[in-house]
């Protein structure tokens, strides 16, 4: 095979695999632990909204916001307004393959929240860290769908599964 024909089919390779990113999904597992609220002063000083950057597929499923460490420079700065409130409602976010297999991002769990009018999102990490308090009991259904998508507990929110 000549060098054209290798440059050529290496392009092709990596243009369909960065067609993938349509592949990626978010599952939504609703009534899986009773909705709770915090306020705005009692959650760590460590913690703050920002709004999500538009390459975050998780944009198409209506979130505008996510609850993270403010040592993270990720997205820009966004105001909360009153209580944040926990809907009982889980989102498993499952990578596209490339960003599984290529660029290394595991299936993340994240929390769904609301604050302001808006839906957000807080991944199980920061709960873990930052709030331990307020880590609740997912209920069986919804358990039974992660013990699916963590085989041998090798996830970052194999933790919630006990």
Same mark, same amino acid.
């Given at each position: 095979? #000549? ?8 392009? @092709? ?9 349509? @592949? ?11 909705? @709770? ?5 009692? !959650? ?20 505008? @916001? ?14 909360? +307004?009153?209580?944040?409130?926990? +809907? ?26 609301? #604050? ?5 999102? +807080? ?9 331990? #308090?307020? !880590? ?9 769908? !992660?013990?699916? +998508? ?13």
């Amino acid at each position: 095979m #000549n060098k054209l024909a290798r440059i050529t089919i290496l392009t @092709f390779c990596l243009i369909a695999l960065q067609g993938c990113y349509f @592949f990626s999904e978010n599952v939504i597992l609703e009534n899986c632990f009773s909705p @709770f609220s915090i306020s705005k002063q009692a !959650l760590s000083k460590d913690v703050e909204t920002r709004i999500l950057p538009p390459s975050s597929n998780l944009i198409d499923d209506g979130y505008r @916001f996510t609850l993270i460490d403010k040592s993270y420079d990720y997205g820009k700065y966004r105001q909360s +307004t009153g209580n944040i409130n926990f +809907t009982g409602s889980l989102i498993l976010s499952v990578p596209n393959w490339a960003h599984k297999y290529i660029g290394g991002n595991p299936k993340g769990l994240y929390f769904e929240i609301k #604050n302001g009018g808006q839906k957000g999102i +807080t991944n199980f990490l920061t709960m873990d860290y930052y709030m331990p #308090n307020h !880590l609740v009991s997912i209920k069986p259904h919804c358990k039974d769908e !992660l013990i699916k +998508t963590c085989p041998n507990q090798k996830c970052s929110y194999k933790n919630i599964l006990n």
